[in-house]
């Protein structure tokens, strides 16, 4: 590994997540994610670069070196691995197969470049599929290219048990949180005693598998829509039902906006546009995370289908109502001591069970908070885990002008 002993004794660490700083489909749960890593690694003694799609606006509030995307994503990886001395990967779900099968060797490549060019990496607070969202020949690549990194910390157990399974140590991977627990700072638990519904749904049709991402499918013009209109008006009756027992208001929240990627926005606008009672609806619009998140800690429940809607509804405040995806949705919920909240989209009578959910939640918000506030600590607690893993295993560790290992994992007795 190249030597980082610069005159200002800044170490650099370049985060690379495909969809941290968008533009043309902005992600708020990747986003939330990128921020809390400012937070807990900036104060460390680095700087600290990352793929941007808004370079010029990215480096000032961050505080961080931007690596522009438009002129291609993979230009902006390369670019920032050479700049840097530590790379990290994560957070978020870092392997599946389903919505694409180019997603995992995607989001390993950068491990893959990094180790070549003698970096120092880490996996910081990713979640890895279970099951058959994990295809036969991704196990042997994570456990080449995890076991390579000088530390790895996973967001739920699950996880974790795939890593160990794998032969992974116990000294290498630590279990802790999804990072963007260290940004409850300022926010109280539940319950919220108001009047909102909070909403964030998302048009999953696509997770079939297919070879190239949605994102290269659109660009390709290659991508036809499914109709998704009876779901739609299923979502909007729903809606309509609980205003017209509860009244109030219904907050929407697109996690995801744009024309590459899952455009929530657009769904927002097509379930309220079916909606009796759409006077009572307002789509959110918030420049930054933290205005996103204050919005959600206005909302008694949360109704939602992306993963980040669940995680920030409990950090926020807010109790969610989740319908996932995927098993990180899940994985997540039983972790928080909720799963009964979770509803299995594969049912057969998904609206009623939603409904009713969405009944027991919102009658019995204090209740469920009595329990969920002791372990909504402990994920905070946890979340710290992610910056001092890496502060032990890539800046403490050993000599960071000192050559990197090219012998593969080593396996470190328990």
């Not at 909007?236 to 990627?261: I, W, Y």
């Not at 009672?277 to 918030?286: A, F, K, N, T, Y």
């Not at 910056?387 to 593969?408: A, I, K, Y």
Request: charged share 25%; glycine share 10%; aromatic share 8%.
């Amino acid at each position: 590994m190249r030597s980082c002993n610069r005159q200002d004794g800044q170490v650099r660490v370049f985060t690379c997540s495909w969809g941290q700083l968008e533009t043309d489909g902005s992600n708020v749960g990747d986003e939330a994610i990128f921020v809390s890593q400012v937070r807990d690694i900036i104060p460390h003694g680095t700087d600290l670069g990352v793929m941007s799609a808004m370079p010029e606006t990215t480096s000032r509030p961050f505080g961080t070196k931007a690596f522009d995307v438009r002129r291609g994503r993979l230009r902006a990886m390369l670019r920032g691995i050479l700049w840097s001395d530590i790379v990290i990967v994560g957070g978020g779900e870092l392997v599946q197969d389903v919505s694409s099968l180019l997603y995992t060797p995607w989001n390993l490549l950068p491990l893959k470049i990094a180790w070549t060019l003698g970096r120092r990496t880490f996996a910081w607070s990713v979640g890895i599929g279970q099951d058959d969202e994990i295809a036969s020949w991704t196990p042997p690549a994570l456990r080449r290219w995890l076991g390579r990194c000088r530390g790895i910390t996973v967001r739920d157990k699950p996880s974790l048990e795939t890593l160990l399974g794998l032969g992974l140590s116990t000294s290498r991977v630590r279990l802790a949180s999804d990072s963007t627990f260290t940004l409850a700072e300022g926010f109280d638990p539940g319950p919220v005693e108001s009047d909102v519904l909070g909403f964030a749904p998302r048009n999953v049709s696509n997770r079939r598998r297919r070879l190239l991402p949605l994102e290269t499918r659109k660009k390709l013009g290659i991508h036809v829509e499914s109709d998704t209109s009876v779901e739609r008006r299923a979502w909007a009756a729903l809606l309509d039902e609980h205003l017209k027992r509860r009244g109030g208001q219904v907050l929407m929240f697109p996690f995801h906006t744009g024309s590459l990627s899952n455009s929530d926005d657009d769904e927002c606008r097509a379930i309220a546009s079916m909606m009796e009672g759409s006077e009572s609806v307002e789509i959110v619009s918030e420049k930054t995370v933290t205005g996103f998140m204050k919005r959600m800690a206005g909302c008694r429940v949360f109704i939602t289908v992306p993963l980040h809607g669940s995680i920030l509804s409990v950090v926020t405040g807010a109790l969610p109502v989740a319908l996932p995806y995927a098993s990180k949705g899940f994985r997540f919920m039983e972790d928080a001591g909720i799963g009964e909240l979770c509803v299995d989209p594969a049912s057969r009578d998904w609206t009623g069970d939603v409904s009713r959910t969405l009944e027991k939640a919102w009658d019995h918000t204090g209740f469920v908070w009595k329990r969920l506030s002791e372990r909504r600590d402990q994920l905070i607690r946890q979340a710290r885990l992610n910056s001092d893993h890496f502060r032990v295993t890539c800046l403490l560790q050993g000599n960071l002008t000192g050559p990197e290992t090219r012998s593969g994992p080593v396996h470190h007795p328990s």
